[in-house]
């Protein structure tokens, strides 16, 4: 069974880079795709990107200007930086395994709040 | 973007009764070519990790119990749990994956 655990600080500073980092159990990175998403306090959850285990990336529009995801297969992990945060950044954040790029996952983490205040 | 909305934004069902949750796209999410639509249901329990129940509209994941079912096709989409049980109780939302970026409904919180 495929577990997926986020870890990271769960308070980050304004203007700070959010890290974030997804270890893969049960499973192994490679061959599939990767992703971030995120549930604001209230609203729907966001798809923030994937990763593929080759390193391929595939962005939100919306954040990609602040979003780096990386993936290090000799640890089974991958992982998110996210930069400039604000509040509005305040937010579960999800790691989660796609069925190819851009489609369902399959397996999620429990999540892992990261509130974004000075 | 393509906006997914949900309906209701909660639901109270007794137990053994059925539960019906609506969503909608704001643009076709069926690719014709294949006759595929590309809409995902997942189950949310309180404090615990979404879990994946139908794709492709309709096709239920492995070890999803079968009185859960999906139906609907372009803009308009249901997920009916027929014979409500205790374990049910749990936010439910759709995600599109036709577009890109994928998006996700508000979520329905069905309730006994």
């Known amino acids: 069974q495929v577990q997926l655990q986020e870890s990271g600080p769960g308070l980050v500073k304004p203007s700070e880079t959010l890290s974030l980092t997804c270890t893969v159990s049960g499973g192994s990175i490679r061959g599939y795709y990767w992703s971030w998403i995120r549930q604001p306090p209230g609203k729907a959850l966001e798809w923030i990107g994937y990763?593929?285990?080759?390193?391929?990336?595939n962005y939100n529009p919306s954040l990609e200007s602040r979003v780096t995801m990386s993936v290090d297969m000799s640890e089974n992990q991958f992982s998110l930086k996210l930069n400039s945060v604000t509040a509005a950044d305040t937010a579960v954040y999800y790691c989660?395994?796609?069925?190819?790029?851009?489609?369902?996952?399959?397996?999620w983490g429990q999540g892992t709040l990261v509130t974004v205040s000075s | 973007d393509i906006v997914m909305t949900q309906s209701p934004a909660s639901l109270g069902v007794s137990l053994g009764e059925r539960a019906t949750i609506n969503c909608r796209s704001n643009?076709?999410?069926?690719?014709?070519?294949?006759?595929?639509?590309?809409l995902a249901w997942y189950q949310q329990k309180p404090g615990q990790t979404p879990k994946l129940l139908i794709y492709w509209a309709s096709t239920r994941q492995s070890g999803v119990p079968d009185r859960f079912t999906g139906s609907g096709s372009g803009t308009d989409f249901s997920l009916t749990i027929n014979s409500l049980q205790p374990e049910d109780v749990a936010v439910y939302f759709c995600q599109q994956y036709f577009g890109t970026p994928p998006t996700f409904g508000p979520g329905t919180t069905v309730d006994v």
């Open positions: 989660a395994r796609e069925v190819g790029g851009g489609s369902y996952c399959d397996y």
């Open positions: 990763i593929y285990y080759s390193g391929t990336t």
């Open positions: 643009q076709s999410i069926l690719y014709s070519s294949i006759n595929k639509n590309y």
